[in-house]
């Protein structure tokens, strides 16, 4: 009864054909910042590894993606101006719009997510309108300009929309809007359930959205409420959403495993900026054997049944997946 354990690690064949879980260069979609200019590639100084870039080094960096076999980019943008309203958001003409018409163009094979929010174009860096005492965000003004920016990225051929603001009814509200407007077949993965995490800080650095005042406490949910991170995903499916995710990965693996146990849809989960950074900096000291840490991350979050994994770390994970 041991033996068969036994000769189960022995054999390498063997080891193959019995392990439960595996990474494909297939399960991941690599986050992309993108900002106006020409020839920019600067590197995030908490974010070793990851840059902001001009449309014409994205267009390079698909390139070097599609070798490596990585055909799916979630999109963020980095406007010159920012306004109370996240105009740049709501533009044909904006950073993110002109990025995935030059994309669809020169690499039509490139399957473009686009992370829809505000507070990367808003001057107060919230993930939507503030309400009239500039206290915190308003939800149903919020869902207004967020059918706006879906039409304006879906127009410009955009293949999937991210909502990532938790706005109450976001999702039948972006489902009915890219309906109503021809885009019936738009997928849109929701940003189902995401906690109000410490370790979003290195992200808000390379996306110029740390908020000016308060926190996303008001839109974004408590880490210590299982059932209702559970719930809030389940009211997704219901609204329409076609995937489901999980944010940040790492301290919510537990959620994941019980969306998966309590929902249909495939999940993704988004392993965010400060866990990429605790690895990296971890790997620079060499503390830790960094290659073999992040591919035994990206295996836990498959286990706990993740389907797709939002990750920086996706190229790397390409290339040790190639030897
Ligand atoms: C925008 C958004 C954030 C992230 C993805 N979309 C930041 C936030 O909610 O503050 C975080 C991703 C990361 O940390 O890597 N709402
Ligand atoms: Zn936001």
Redesign the pocket.
Known sequence: MFQRFRRTRLNKHLRALTRETTISVNDFIY?LFVRSGEGIKTEVASMPGVYQMSIDEILKECQELKTLGIYAIIL?GIPDVKDSVGSDALCDHGIIATTIKAIKKEHPEMFVVT?L?F??YTDHGH?GILDHKHETVHNDATLKISAQQAIVHAKAGADMIAP??MMDGIIATLREALDSAGYENMPIMS?ST?FASG??????DV?E?TPSFGD?ASY?MDPANRREAIAESIADEAQGADILMV??ALAYLDIVREIKDNTTLPLAV?N???E?AMLKFAGVNNLIDYERVVMETMIGFKRAGADIIIS?HAKEVAKLLQC
């Open positions: 986050p963020f992370d929010c507070c990367e993930c990532s603001g940003y995401k370790y979003y800080g290195p992200f808000r996306a959205s996303r974004q944010k940040p988004y965010v900026s400060g990429y920086y």
